[in-house]
């Protein structure tokens, strides 16, 4: 069975051809395909993973086969599989599967709806590709791969402005933090001599990469997970993503494409456990981004960007976790994040479908009209906010135990974060789903989504409910997803229960403040917007980081034209044209000399020789007499010298 | 007869058939350049299937003397180096000319001169002996420049003079390094392996004038920055097939002379040069991305990212090593089925609007899905997105590079990310957004377009999915020639 998991990628990136090609003739125009392979890939990882938990398969399992040399190196095409990689294949296909069958309900009648379905298959294809692969070079690819499926997503309905901008704006940022993925991959290269990853990790546990080269690679591979995965600074793009429509924003945007940052530092933890620095970049931007954008979801009023923010607060938590050297605990986040976050989506999709706005100010009481849309994103909050038993709560005491096992400092930011977190999802559920509708016309016209869309709302509301407890029944994850290696620095003794009773009260008592405050008396929000105006109005602008980089973008844009004018006015006209215009003036003036000195030399030469014979042929009389005076007098003069003489 | 010079040979005789045919019979003239550019095309099929690509040597070769009292032969052959450059010489011409079938003015000469330039690149690419080499290289000039002078845009003649005077003035620099290679070697010889071998014993002086000869002359072809500035202004005003040859093919030839004979032969001087070479290089790259993203007119700013692109070729070649070298030659490749595919696009777009400027368009997507498809899979193959044919080359490049010269390929990445800019925006204001109702009468592409693209864009997702239909040939040359070099 494990041989036949590179059928995977293959197969997906197979039916994203043939929905493009045949989809008019297939069933569902296309989708029919697409899902049809998702659902064969769920099982696939599905069995992978319960024959991983059982324990009767051998991992890890590693299969290649050359795909070109380049001078003594080759590359290899081929998958490299252990718990982590089932972990994720099992997010990546589920929420896959789901989100396919979500979309034929949410995009029924799209005039592009089989180009949707295979832009689905192929960033599916790429994304297994970046699960799966057993080269780091490959997982580059496939990377920048997601990166163009998202861009094409996210500008799906590219007639609207805003959303060809947002594509572009998400491109281009993540690709400023390529740019260091590709250069600590290089570095990585020359320090392991491969792009294999079983040898580069066999090569971190055993110590044979310097500690300066595994921290320069592993910051520099970070910056490119800081852009895939949302990180501060490079978080800019992710609200903007929502342009797209939802099943995307459930699919890439929360579950599986932001979550590959997360993966790659996993994938690569033995190279960043040698070094501490890599590890405190990493918690630390984690734990920046986890307060920063949990903070911007508190004032915002579009429903998606408030999942949006949420989603980047969480991948905050997986980084601040991974770490702080909690491997299983940032991977487990991952899992239970994935699933809450895309079913946060899809029923936020599913309200958005009803009401065809993104406004929760144009919302409000849609409980009655959507019952199933509101229950499920209720559960999906509890989820999110780490009221126990729900997943998250499993899933984010165990972030904030290594947090404080690490640092205090970071707890405190990770509590605050998480207090935040309960608040912002309050607010959201009583604007959206509870209290008077704001737009009469709007909730008359709401109804509940068609059962293919609910569907999938309701498994996904059954593992977000229980996933967190199964998968902690007898230490089931850690024993899929777990380090071996050493970590570089001492962890504090926590109290795991202490943590979790703090947690959880802190999640439900900010809950119920937001809660109350919103359904009971709005107008103390209200009052709170005025009075700390210049701190909402710093959240509102999100800490001035796209004035900061949209700065870059006009720097970019001077230096452009700059270099332009130089390379056209000065070295094109003035240096280039300028020597063929000096070469012709030089050529005049030799024409000029050549006219006026040369041949003027020889023509005075001529006129010279000329008067000479004029002035000399005086002498020549031809009187015979003259001609015997002249010898006369020769004879005389030179007779009287040799006398004299 | 080898195979090579009947490579070489059947347009030459294309072009005197042409010759004969009365100007009125158009049709004939299209189908005659057709003919001969399509067995030229099949021959160097029959050379990519014949060609033993487990060795390093010369293969194909033919020698015959010439003109004996100088020592001068008719001497051709290819290994690892030329022998894609030739195919992709042959393709590009076909395709051209299948595109070039909607040109109406004086169409004969048309041909005729665009047949003689095949035969003189596919001369320079096959040619061992260095005099041949140079009549060949002098011998793409000529049709050059009435190929831009005669059917180019509004400001052809000063585009051609330019670019005649530009690249004569580095022709004549090389010949005196031609000629100087020539009187250092005993007995003396053009014959370039053999000079390769003496040439490496001269002294350092005496290889750093020569090396600097040479380079001027394929510093100008390449465009090596500062030597650029012809090609922004050759490109605009060229017709749209000759766009495609000249950024296709012709700028190969500069990179391509470099690493046939400068490096191999000149190697102490190669050395001592190597420092300037990769400022040379990034200067490219950044430099030439931020040139195209301040460009209005999308055929300028596609010849400018052709400076960006020559500068990733550059940077590999300034690696010294194996893997570097394998990306400059693949990046050669692969910017010629690129960049030419885009200046056909470019073209299409500018025969139905009349107009090149990036603002005049919008949301073109909607209405024009294939042409907005084909574009977009060249931009992102060009902005080396994995997959396409860019990607495998450019990494190359880098990862080369980066081994000897790690900080100055740092700073070439922002290349990388300028060119995702400036591509990017071009895509967001040409094809997305509300469409520009002014357009509404166009036609998405007919078949002649489609004819001339699509094999384009097969080459490139090909290329970008199993790159060893290219590495496998260039390879085992590459290796060799790294170890002569060091």
């Given amino acids: 069975m494990l041989e036949y998991v590179f059928l995977l990628p293959l197969l997906s990136f197979a039916v994203a051809g043939l929905i493009l090609a045949f989809g008019k003739w297939l069933p569902l125009k296309g989708a029919s395909a697409g899902i049809a392979v998702a659902a064969w890939g769920f099982s696939q990882a599905f069995m992978l993973f319960v024959k991983a938990i059982q324990g009767t398969i051998t991992l890890p399992y590693e299969m290649s086969i050359p795909w070109f040399s380049f001078g003594s190196t080759q590359a290899t095409l081929g998958v490299y599989i252990d718990g982590l990689t089932i972990a994720m294949l099992l997010v990546v296909t589920a929420v896959s599967l789901l989100v396919q069958i979500y979309s034929t309900g949410y995009m029924h009648g799209d005039p592009r709806f089989k180009r949707f379905y295979a832009y689905l298959s192929l960033f ?73 990853i079983s040898k580069i990790l066999e090569l971190a546990h055993a110590g044979g990469i310097p500690a ?165 994103f209720l559960l999906g909050t509890l989820a999110l906010t780490g009221i126990p038993p729900f997943a998250g709560f499993f899933s984010k005491d165990e972030v904030l135990v290594a947090a404080l096992a690490r640092n205090p400092y970071l707890f405190a930011i990770g509590a605050m974060a998480a207090a935040m977190t309960a608040f912002y999802m309050a607010r959201a559920l009583v604007m959206t789903f509870h209290g008077k509708p704001k737009d009469a016309q709007k909730y008359d016209h709401a109804h ?120 056209f006015n000065f070295l094109d006209q003035i240096v280039i044209d300028g020597w063929a215009w000096l070469t012709l003036k030089l050529s005049r003036l030799q024409a000029w000399l050549d006219d006026h000195v040369v041949d003027a030399a020889v023509d005075v030469t001529g006129a010279l020789t000329l008067s000479a014979g004029r002035i000399t042929r005086l002498a020549q009389t031809g009187l015979i007499q003259n001609y015997l005076l002249i010898v006369a007098v020769a004879i005389s003069v030179f007779a009287a010298i040799a006398f004299a003489g | 007869m080898s195979l090579l010079s009947l490579i070489v040979l059947v347009p030459l005789i294309g072009a005197l058939v042409i010759l004969a045919i009365p100007g009125t019979r158009i049709k004939l003239i299209q189908g005659v350049a057709l003919a001969f550019s399509a067995v030229c095309l099949l021959l160097s099929g029959l050379l990519y299937h014949l060609f033993d690509t487990s060795t390093a040597a010369m293969q194909f070769v033919q020698k015959v003397s010439w003109i004996p009292a100088f020592n001068i032969y008719y001497y051709v052959g290819v290994d690892g180096l030329s022998v894609a450059l030739v195919i992709l010489t042959a393709l590009l011409t076909v395709l051209a000319i299948i595109y070039s079938f909607n040109i109406t003015l004086r ?32 011998l793409t000039l000529v049709p050059m420049y009435f190929l831009i002078g005669v059917w180019g845009g509004p400001k052809k003649e000063y585009a051609a003079i330019k670019f005649f005077l530009y690249t004569l003035f580095g022709s004549l620099l090389m010949l005196l390094g031609i000629l100087a290679l020539y009187f250092n070697s005993t007995p003396h010889t053009f014959d370039m392996l053999e000079l390769i071998n003496q040439a490496r014993l001269l002294p350092l002086t005496m290889q750093i004038w020569i090396f600097l000869a040479l380079y001027v002359g394929f510093a100008i072809k390449i465009p090596a920055f500062p030597f650029h500035t012809w090609l922004p202004l050759a490109h605009v005003e060229a017709p749209t097939g000759v766009s495609v040859i000249l950024a296709g093919v012709l700028l190969k030839m500069g990179t391509y002379g470099i690493m046939r004979v400068s490096f191999p032969a000149l190697p102490l001087a190669t050395k001592w040069f190597l420092p300037f070479l990769i400022v040379i290089a990034v200067i490219n790259i950044v430099y030439g991305a931020f040139c195209a993203m301040a460009q209005k007119d999308l055929k300028k700013m596609v010849a400018y990212s052709s400076v960006n692109h020559m500068g990733y070729c550059m940077l590999g070649m300034a690696a010294m090593s194996a893997t570097g070298f394998n990306g400059a030659v693949l990046q ?155």
């Fill in chain 1, 212 to 376: 300066a080269a595994a921290g320069a690679a592993g910051i520099l591979l970070f910056l490119g997970a800081a852009g895939k995965s949302a990180q501060f600074p490079l978080f800019i793009w992710l609200p903007d993503a929502m342009e797209g429509p939802s099943p995307v924003s459930a699919l890439i945007h929360a579950a599986t494409m932001v979550a590959a940052g997360v993966y790659m530092v996993a994938r690569l933890y033995s190279v960043y456990a040698l070094s501490p620095v890599a590890m405190d970049v990493v918690a630390w931007t984690g734990a920046i981004t986890a307060f920063m954008a949990a903070s911007l979801a508190l004032t915002c009023f579009d429903l998606k960007r408030v999942l949006a923010f949420s989603t980047v607060s969480q991948l905050g938590y997986m980084m601040m976790a991974l770490g702080a050297g909690a491997y299983t605990a940032g991977m487990f986040h991952l899992t239970t994040h994935a699933y809450f976050k895309a079913l946060l989506f899809l029923a936020a999709g599913s309200v958005i479908h009803a009401v065809h706005t993104n406004d929760m100010r144009e919302m409000g009481g849609l409980r009655h009209k959507m019952p199933i849309t509101y229950i499920t």
């Fill in chain 1, 448 to 567: 509940e989504s068609p059962a293919v869309m609910t569907g999938p709302l309701i498994l996904l509301a059954a593992v977000s409910v229980v996933s967190g407890w199964v998968l902690t029944r007898h230490e089931m994850f850690e024993k899929l997803v777990n380090f071996e290696g050493a970590l570089p620095f001492e962890l504090h003794h926590v109290s795991h229960s202490a943590v979790a009773i703090f947690s959880s009260i802190v999640a439900a008592l900010s809950m119920a403040l937001g809660l109350w405050l919103y359904k009971k008396r709005p107008d103390i929000p209200a009052l709170v917007r005025e009075t700390f105006s210049p701190v909402v109005n710093m959240l509102e602008k999100r800490y001035w980081l796209d004035a900061f980089f949209l700065k870059l973008v006009d720097i970019g844009d001077y230096l452009g034209a700059f270099m332009f004018s130089f390379d």
């Fill in chain 2, 107 to 138: 169409v004969k000469e048309f041909f005729f001169w665009f047949l003689l330039l095949e035969v003189g690149m596919l001369g320079v690419f096959v040619a061992l002996d260095f005099f041949l080499f140079y009549v060949f290289w002098e």
């Fill in chain 2, 332 to 486: 050669m490749i692969t910017h010629g089925l690129i960049t030419g595919s885009l200046f056909f696009l470019v073209g299409v777009i500018y025969d139905r609007a009349h107009t090149r400027d990036i603002d005049a368009f919008g949301g073109l997507a909607a209405r024009f899905p294939v042409y907005a498809g084909l574009m977009i899979i060249q931009v992102m193959a060009s902005l080396g997105l994995p997959g396409l044919a860019g990607f495998v080359g450019e990494f190359l490049c880098f990862l080369g590079a980066f081994e000897a010269w790690p900080y100055y390929v740092a700073v070439a990445t922002i290349g990388i990310l300028v060119t995702a800019a400036f591509f990017l925006r071009m895509i967001e204001k040409v094809f997305l957004g509300p469409f520009n109702e002014k357009w509404a009468g166009l036609k998405d592409m007919n078949l002649r377009e489609l004819v001339a693209i699509v094999p384009l864009a097969v080459l490139t997702v090909v290329i970008g999915i199993w790159p060893r239909f290219c590495l496998d040939l260039i390879d085992p040359t590459i290796t060799y020639l790294v170890g002569i070099i060091k």
């Fill in chain 1, 124 to 196: 599916t294809a790429s994304m297994l590709g970046v699960t799966l692969t057993n080269s780091m070079m490959v997982f580059f690819m496939c990377w920048e791969l997601v990166g163009v499926c998202s861009y094409l997503l996210i500008g799906f309905w590219f007639e609207k402005q805003s959303a060809a901008y947002a594509g572009k704006k998400a491109f281009i940022t993540t690709k400023l933090g390529d740019l260091g993925f590709l250069v600590g991959l290089m570095v990585l290269f020359y320090a392991t001599g491969t792009f294999e």
